[in-house]
């Protein structure tokens, strides 16, 4: 069976802070890792996913993320926050086996303060 | 990117109606799209994953003859809330599987009130 663990409900930083949003997994085998974002009454904007390569994977809107196997952890940063990027952020994993939907975190919603 | 419509964006109906949300994806051809449900200020729950011409597969606890899942082309799966019930009201997100390279890509969401 695989989890997501994001164990901060909620992260506030102020503007032009560096952020981190919180994610660790469990998986049976390798793990493919998302991170999406999700605006009051949306559906899910892709930031970002690490499948295999490098550690550090890039994204959208100047977010990045830090693969960590040893740690099973993924957790999502940005050097420094703007006010836009306050919304829910959920994590997600995909085992490598032949199941293929996403199990999502719990959610972190993240408030900028400006 | 692929682009996945959702409609309708916000549904009200009465207890005991029927509501059908659909979800197209519009240049992507989707053997396999999922449901999922949000409560408010909760995590997405899978309901149900639909393949094109055959049967969806639902999660645990969800109970297929309340929401009938039907993914009869490779662009439009369609997820009915049968009889619903105040205890339906949430929020419902399709998303479209387009393989590992490109990701999950997920509708705007329905928000059903069933009053």
């Known amino acids: 069976a695989q989890s997501v663990a994001q164990p901060e409900d909620q992260v506030n930083v102020a503007e032009g802070n560096p952020l981190t949003v919180k994610c660790t997994y469990s998986v049976s085998g390798n793990p493919y890792l998302f991170w999406y974002v999700q605006y009051p009454n949306r559906g899910l904007q892709f930031l970002l996913k690490?499948?295999?390569?490098?550690?550090l994977v890039k994204g959208s809107y100047g977010f990045e993320a830090e693969f960590n196997k040893s740690q099973t952890s993924f957790h999502l940063k940005k050097p420094s926050a703007l006010v836009s990027d306050s919304a829910l952020y959920f994590c997600?994993?995909?085992?490598?086996?032949?199941?293929?939907?996403?199990?999502f975190g719990s959610g972190t919603q993240l408030t900028v303060l400006p | 990117g692929a682009v996945v419509s959702q409609h309708p964006s916000w549904v009200i109906c009465k207890s005991g109606t029927s509501v059908k949300i659909e979800c197209r994806s519009l240049?992507?051809?989707?053997?396999?799209m999922f449901w999922y449900r949000q409560f408010p200020k909760q995590s997405l729950m899978l309901m149900a994953t639909?393949?094109?011409?055959?049967?969806?597969?639902?999660e645990q606890g969800v109970e297929k003859d309340k929401f009938l899942i039907n993914h009869a082309s490779l662009t439009l799966s369609t997820l009915t809330v049968t009889s619903a019930h105040p205890e339906d009201s949430s929020f419902y997100i399709c998303s479209v599987d387009r393989g590992l390279n490109y990701g999950y890509t997920f509708g705007s969401g329905t928000r059903l009130t069933v009053v």
């Open positions: 690490y499948i295999t390569g490098d550690n």
């Open positions: 240049d992507f051809q989707a053997t396999t």
């Open positions: 997600a994993v995909r085992d490598t086996g032949s199941a293929r939907q996403l199990t």
């Open positions: 639909s393949n094109e011409g055959s049967k969806a597969t639902y």
